[in-house]
């Protein structure tokens, strides 16, 4: 007897939630204990009293599974909305990625020349290494590391994604 | 200003205003102020236990059968972590509870100090809600907050974890408004949809063949659900079947009942569902134990799914009408609007015709034996002996649960309670404590089996301290007869670990606890056995001796469809595929 896989599609989803200690535990845990996967999740608190925390989440699952953990993150007591960007039409989604370069010569060149294409600043500098700054979606974040590890990336670190809907309407 | 409490004086009176009357609880080091605050007191009535896992199962015996949520109080470490079977069974089976757990002072948290545990961590999947008290400010708050959050919704239990430190400190209590709890997002829906119950009625009125499929949720709901759920068979004429859970809220006597469906429900009740032309599902949740295969549920049916609990709607299986809210509420707006409408259901004359053939095969028979008691025939004869008394029964779990399910029939709500999400051996003889707390002047029986007895037999402790008269009626078949009937089922009958070997004299046991203690062995002393159980006015337990190798019938094996049930012993012996093996 073999496991089945199914196929998945990728979704990000908008929790508002009240900021409060355990929070992160709470939602996390749910998906751990549901077994619904998590690509990444960022986390703030977006009001003006720090009362309300926005969580992004982006998650995987067939369409069924999607509903699930939608439904089931509403359920819970202290969260207040959950939207599910990707159904509910366009939306805007940026991560931001700080990217450690390190090499001389034709490599440095390189490097800083990608940047420019990527529109990534330069916000550390040594003779013998950079920092960069860059934002924009996943996909453009992946293939700015991809580029860089060819010419000396040696480390990253991004935030996930943070979303938005587009147009003049709120959550 | 306002004089202010310490933490467990707030903790107190926030029970008292809310009108808990019974604490299940077990003291301990991280508890002792709130013990000693209720030993000042009178309002509120302490029920020791002798384990915490039967405090939780005793405030579930309590919920279940009164309706009011069940209140447990248990001290750190291995108090909170020995009541986490009870919280579990609890949120799976949407029992209102409360538990508060002692934890130690606010400074030693973290630091692996004596008893200490993750309770607010080890809780989070098995609660509805939790909280970690830090200031005892909050305290009152919190309180009236998870008694809202415990009964209101789908009902579940919820932790309150109470550092010492915080049952120390003074704060200002007053009690607290709906309006100023702190989670202001929680807000279950309780009134459906308008246009969504015209849908339903609409689909209802349409049926030629349609089942109203029950459960717990309607005994959830209230009394009154079950009085408007028999209003609404009687308008729509429709066949009525119930899960595990929701036995009760539709009489067994009325000849629209089919019984119990789902794994070893009856046979008309599972043949209907599947040749269903529609399936109203109020309060139920599409259980594995129910559907069986999932591919092969209800081919034939539109479905209608009722909840209050909005996961559950399309979880496991794909619903035509989804609507959120209290099936008691809903129900009543669907009579209403069928009457407004003056709608008149199709005739169900041909589909009851069909009905009474399935009846016909009489799937709940069983082989009948004058030399070693029949377990079903048990059954009967004690509900002969007693259903004009309108008991209360609890279960353990295994065959003597799903012989009590299909022989025991039941006319009222909140009259059966047992585990049947999490499956607990061990809830039977704590929730019969915990109803006949709740239920003073009833006659509450537990129906278990020899093994499951013994996983919370120390709590015939408690019966005797507080002059509780349960009966305990164990149908004592040497052998852990469930598991036993998988390994038959499955394995070619190859009894791993199932034999039920060095039992107790139950007898002597009784005695020791200061029970009375009785033994049937026969099948002509089995109505003398009953009689001299029911005269005794304290608790009792009895040892019936029943037949060894008996199984529960009918029964849809793990992952088969309703149409592929077993309805004769003889089928049963065999080997089955890995597919099967790995199914529960």
Redesign the interface.
């Known amino acids: ?1 073999h496991i089945k896989q199914e196929t998945t599609e990728r979704h990000t989803l908008s929790v508002t ?2 900021n409060e ?2 929070i992160l ?2 939602i996390a ?1 749910l998906f751990s ?1 549901r077994g619904y996967n998590i690509e990444s999740l960022t986390v703030a608190d977006v009001t003006e009293d720090e009362k309300i925390s926005r969580i992004t989440i982006v998650t995987s699952g067939t369409p ?1 599974v999607i ?2 953990v939608v ?2 993150l ?8 959950v939207t599910d960007l990707t159904r509910l039409g366009p939306h805007v989604e940026r991560e931001l990625a700080l990217v450690k370069v390190a090499g001389t010569g034709d490599h440095r060149i390189e490097a800083l020349r990608l940047a420019e294409v990527y529109r990534a600043r330069v916000v550390d500098a040594t003779t013998s290494s950079f920092v960069f700054e860059v934002t924009g979606g996943t996909e453009k974040i992946d293939k700015f590391c991809e580029l860089m590890r060819e010419v000396g990336l040696i480390e990253v670190a991004r935030t996930g994604v943070a979303a938005i809907s587009r147009g003049r309407e709120a959550l | 200003m306002t004089a202010e409490l310490t933490g467990a004086d707030i903790l107190i009176q926030s029970l008292v205003d809310l009108g808990v009357e019974v604490v299940f609880g077990y003291p301990g080091g991280a508890v002792l102020p709130i013990y000693d605050a209720l030993f000042k007191q009178k309002r509120i009535r302490h029920v020791l236990v002798r384990q915490e896992g039967g405090a939780a199962h005793a405030a579930e015996g309590y919920a279940r059968s009164t309706g009011k949520p069940g209140v447990v109080l248990v001290t750190s470490g291995p108090g909170a972590t020995n009541a986490v079977t009870g919280i579990t069974d609890a949120l799976m089976d949407s029992i209102p509870m409360v538990v508060i757990t002692g934890q130690v002072g606010t400074p030693l948290i973290g630091t692996d100090a004596f008893q200490e545990c993750d309770t607010v961590g080890i809780t989070r999947h098995c609660t509805k809600h939790n909280y970690l008290v830090k200031d005892p400010a909050q305290l009152g708050d919190i309180v009236h907050e998870a008694f809202h959050i415990a009964t209101s919704g789908r009902p579940g239990p919820v932790v309150i974890d109470l550092p010492k430190d915080v049952q120390v400190a003074t704060a200002p209590y007053r009690k607290p408004s709906l309006q100023a709890l702190p989670h202001k997002g929680y807000k279950p829906q309780v009134k459906a949809d308008t246009a969504l119950i015209e849908a339903a009625v609409e689909m209802m009125a349409a049926a030629e063949r349609p089942v109203l499929y029950t459960g717990g949720g309607v005994i959830n709901s209230g009394p009154i659900a079950s009085q408007i759920l028999r209003e609404l068979a009687r308008v729509t004429g429709a066949p009525v079947t119930s899960t595990l859970m929701g036995l009760g809220a539709f009489p067994a006597s009325s000849p629209q009942w089919l019984g119990m469906l789902g794994m070893h429900g009856t046979y008309e009740a599972n043949m209907a569902m599947n040749r269903a032309d529609l399936i109203v599902c109020l309060g139920a949740r599409f259980d594995d134990r129910v559907t069986g295969r999932l591919d092969a549920f209800a081919p034939d049916a539109k479905k209608i799914h009722v909840d209050i609990d909005r996961s559950s709607i399309n979880k496991t299986v794909r619903v035509d009408l989804g609507i959120v809210g209290d099936v008691g509420r809903a129900m009543e707006d669907m009579i209403k609007l069928w009457k407004a409408r003056q709608h008149r259901s199709q005739d169900m004359k041909p589909w009851f015709a069909q009905i009474d053939e399935w009846r016909a095969r009489n799937s709940l028979k069983y082989p009948a034996s004058t030399k070693e008691i029949m377990p079903q025939h048990a059954i009967r004869r004690l509900w002969e002996a007693t259903h004009a008394k309108k008991p209360i029964i609890s279960t353990e779990v295994g065959q003597h649960q799903m012989w009590a399910a299909q022989h025991f029939t039941f006319e009222d709500p909140n009259k059966w309670l047992t585990s049947g999400g999490l499956g607990t051996m061990g809830y039977g003889l704590p929730a019969a404590i915990g109803a006949q707390l709740g239920n003073p002047n009833a006659l509450v029986i537990d129906i278990a089996g020899e093994a499951s007895i013994l996983m919370n037999i120390q709590e015939m402790g408690t019966a005797t301290q507080y002059r509780l008269p349960v009966k305990v009626f164990i149908l004592n078949n040497e052998y852990m007869g469930m598991v036993r009937q998988w390994q038959d089922l499955t394995y070619a009958g190859r009894y791993s670990e199932s034999y039920s070997d060095a039992l107790p004299d139950f007898v002597r046991l009784a005695e020791a606890f200061g029970w009375k203690g009785l033994r049937i062995e026969k099948v002509d002393e089995l109505d003398d056995g009953i009689a001299a159980m029911l005269a005794h006015d304290g608790p009792v337990m009895v040892d019936c001796r029943v037949a060894k190798l008996a199984n529960c019938f009918p029964m849809i094996p793990s992952g088969a469809a309703h149409t592929d049930m077993i309805l004769e012993p003889d089928e049963v012996i065999g080997e089955m595929d890995d597919e099967a093996k790995a199914l529960v």
């Open positions: 007897m939630v009240d200690s355990g535990a709470r845990g204990a069924h509903d699930q439904a089931q509403d359920r819970m007591i202290p969260v207040h909305k």
